[in-house]
């Protein structure tokens, strides 16, 4: 036989769900008993968050203060895996042997110094390589582009010695962005108040071009590069921050599918995973109650075009080394 709904004094029925609670005290409780009760709901039901779901696994590297971490793609868990002393970690790339190419910073003096570093991973050990604010590896002939607040330059090593070489000067005040676009390639933004140019680089032809169109198109600042589709996944150039369209453009300016991702909060892709079709990106949110600012991390299925939270509260940084699925 079966029972009937529980039902209150007023003949409808008691839904136990946060949401049938929340409706239950509309109806039931007068004036400001009411509107207290409901607050006080609304309060409960923001914890009451679907569970987090599993992601595609593998790991990445990530900075965050004076250590370098590890954080799990499959449950959202995380791990230390050096503590850096005075050395602050700005950026993680990757580097030769399956190392990491730190970008680093040190205040002596009350002076913020930006140093580009080898990360040895298997001995845990750091050893500086240039003054510098900003670098990529380039596996194809074992070259590093970094920026030494000046202009952007190439290290290698030729018959045991380093050999430096300017690929672009440009203003001390200028924001510069290194993007990797192939074992031997990067795109690399100049950016002031009033302009934003970006150009192409072939390490190993030496060769540089400027891409005018792109750069009407898209601020690397915060790109990510999708291999496999020959495209950049990036904001326009003078996006606020709090409303960030992300959309993939071809190194020709052609703009194409835009991300679908919830309007409330502020995402950065940080990692592409070829093999899944799948983009980690970070986020910038805040509770309904709380001014806190928290950083979250998603995944977003580009097949589907359906996102899901993988961390609540974990911070990574922008930039940051995949490893293993």
């Known amino acids: 036989m079966t029972q009937p709904a529980m039902t209150e004094n007023n003949g409808l029925p008691l839904d136990p769900s946060?949401?049938?609670?929340?409706?239950?005290?509309?109806?039931?409780?007068?004036?400001?008993?009411?509107?207290?009760?409901?607050l006080f709901l609304v309060a409960i039901c923001g914890a009451c968050e679907a569970p987090v779901r599993t992601g595609p696994g593998g790991y990445i590297y990530f900075g965050s203060g004076n250590y370098l971490g590890k954080f799990s793609l499959y449950d959202g868990s995380s791990q230390v895996v050096a503590y850096l002393g005075d050395l602050s970690a700005v950026a993680v790339g990757p580097y030769s042997d399956?190392?990491?190419?730190?970008t680093v910073r040190r205040v002596v003096n009350q002076q913020d110094t930006r140093m580009i570093g080898h990360f040895e991973v298997a001995q845990n050990h750091y050893k500086t390589l240039f003054i510098g604010d900003t670098a990529v590896y380039l596996p194809d002939r074992e070259i590093t582009v970094y920026d030494d607040g000046f202009a952007i330059q190439t290290s290698r090593i030729e018959d045991r010695e380093r050999k430096i070489t300017t690929v672009y000067s440009h203003g001390h005040h200028e924001?510069?962005?290194?993007?990797?676009?192939?074992?031997?390639?990067?795109?690399?933004?100049?950016?002031?108040?009033?302009?934003n140019r970006v150009f192409h680089y072939d390490a190993v032809k030496?060769?540089?071009?400027?891409?005018?169109?792109?750069?009407?198109?898209?601020?690397?600042?915060?790109?990510?590069?999708?291999?496999?589709?020959?495209?950049?996944?990036?904001?326009?150039?003078?996006?606020?921050?709090?409303?960030r369209e992300y959309r993939f453009v071809s190194p020709d300016g052609v703009?194409?599918?835009?991300?679908?991702?919830?309007?409330?909060?502020?995402f950065?892709?940080?990692?592409?995973?070829?093999?899944?079709?799948l983009l980690v990106l970070t986020e910038l949110w805040q509770g309904l109650w709380s001014r806190k600012v928290r950083y979250g991390v998603w995944i977003y299925e580009l097949d589907s075009g359906e996102s899901y939270r993988l961390a609540k509260d974990q911070y990574l940084g922008d930039h940051v080394v995949l490893k293993s699925l």
């Open 18 to 38: 946060p949401f049938g609670m929340i409706m239950h005290a509309a109806v039931r409780f007068p004036g400001g008993a009411r509107l207290i009760l409901i």
């Open 98 to 102: 399956g190392d990491l190419l730190l």
């Open 175 to 195: 924001r510069v962005t290194l993007v990797t676009i192939s074992d031997s390639e990067i795109l690399f933004q100049i950016a002031a108040r009033d302009s």
């Open 206 to 243: 030496e060769s540089l071009a400027e891409l005018n169109t792109l750069a009407e198109e898209c601020d690397l600042e915060g790109a990510l590069w999708v291999a496999d589709q020959e495209q950049m996944l990036c904001h326009r150039p003078g996006d606020p921050r709090a409303n």
């Open 255 to 266: 703009v194409g599918a835009i991300l679908q991702l919830p309007t409330e909060n502020v």
């Open 268 to 277: 950065r892709p940080i990692v592409y995973l070829p093999e899944k079709q």
